[in-house]
């Protein structure tokens, strides 16, 4: 009966907590988890990721990106074919199977142009950047913080959104409410059955930043499973 007892008193007093943490603090106490010393903001280092997914050969990437320098770069192989981009202070080159200068056939063949390359920038330093990035401008921090279960786990979730300059999609980050590390997280565009969630699994600390090592993806609307990516810094 005592252990009960002090079973309920537990879950009670971290069932408040959650109530009165706010959206801003618990960003705060996971920036503080995953990137301790604020290193992200002058990031500096190289990613290799292997993104696998159903009925289609493995994508291997590697991403560089230099914050301060304003750079980014990223080559990845696919079957027989390598595209390389690089954005050097806005500048855009395109890479195709070491030719430097693909011809404008090359280039629409496969789709390969300087709004590809803006993407996949936006894309990895989002992605790997977070939860740091939800500090940037035009994020929307929303200020309850709700416990939810998600998959049988119990987690704390903070609701963003965006300022509609930068984006119309609803993001949720689930935490763990005992470290606050970032373990899912989930977006949904117009119909509540849109989007997609990633679980993530494993840790890599990479420049004493503590990023997620595996990255699986599925559909919110019927669960179905998109792909895998797994970060390595060789």
């Given at each position: 009966?005592?252990?009960?007892?002090?079973?309920?008193?537990?879950?009670?007093?971290?069932?408040?907590?959650?109530?009165?943490?706010?959206?801003?603090?618990?960003?705060?106490?996971?920036?503080?988890?995953?990137?301790?010393?604020?290193?992200?903001?002058?990031?500096?280092?190289?990613?290799?990721?292997?993104?696998?997914?159903?009925?289609?050969?493995?994508?291997?990437?590697?991403?560089?990106?230099?914050?301060?320098?304003?750079?980014?770069?990223?080559?990845?192989?696919?079957?027989?074919?390598?595209?390389?981009?690089?954005?050097?202070?806005?500048?855009?080159?395109?890479?195709?199977?070491?030719?430097e200068n693909p011809s404008e056939e090359v280039l629409e063949e496969h789709k390969l142009n300087c709004n590809r390359a803006n993407l996949y920038k936006?894309?990895?330093?989002?992605?790997?950047?977070?939860?740091?990035?939800?500090?940037?401008?035009?994020?929307?921090?929303?200020?309850?913080?709700?416990?939810?279960?998600?998959?049988?786990?119990?987690?704390?979730?903070?609701?963003?959104?965006?300022?509609?300059?930068?984006?119309?999609?609803?993001?949720?980050?689930?935490?763990?409410?005992?470290?606050?590390?970032?373990?899912?997280?989930?977006?949904?565009?117009?119909?509540?059955?849109?989007?997609?969630?990633?679980?993530?699994s494993d840790e890599i600390t990479i420049n004493g930043i503590k990023m997620?090592?595996?990255?699986?993806?599925?559909?919110?609307?019927?669960?179905?499973?998109?792909?895998?990516?797994?970060?390595?810094?060789?």
């Amino acid at each position: 009966m005592k252990k009960l007892t002090i079973l309920f008193a537990f879950l009670l007093t971290t069932h408040l907590f959650s109530q009165e943490l706010t959206g801003i603090e618990l960003l705060d106490k996971t920036i503080q988890y995953h990137d301790p010393n604020g290193n992200w903001e002058t990031f500096n280092g190289t990613l290799f990721v292997t993104m696998q997914t159903p009925k289609n050969p493995k994508r291997d990437s590697e991403i560089k990106i230099n914050l301060p320098e304003e750079y980014f770069y990223v080559k990845a192989s696919r079957g027989e074919n390598t595209t390389e981009y690089t954005i050097d202070k806005g500048k855009c080159k395109i890479s195709f199977n070491g030719q430097e200068n693909p011809s404008e056939e090359v280039l629409e063949e496969h789709k390969l142009n300087c709004n590809r390359a803006n993407l996949y920038k936006n894309y990895y330093t989002y992605l790997y950047g977070l939860p740091m990035k939800l500090k940037d401008n035009g994020t929307i921090i929303h200020d309850k913080v709700e416990r939810k279960t998600f998959k049988g786990k119990e987690y704390l979730v903070l609701k963003v959104t965006y300022d509609k300059k930068v984006g119309s999609d609803a993001w949720y980050f689930y935490f763990n409410p005992k470290t606050y590390a970032m373990e899912v997280y989930q977006f949904f565009k117009e119909t509540p059955t849109s989007g997609e969630y990633i679980l993530l699994s494993d840790e890599i600390t990479i420049n004493g930043i503590k990023m997620p090592k595996n990255r699986a993806w599925y559909y919110n609307k019927d669960n179905g499973y998109l792909g895998t990516d797994f970060l390595t810094n060789k």
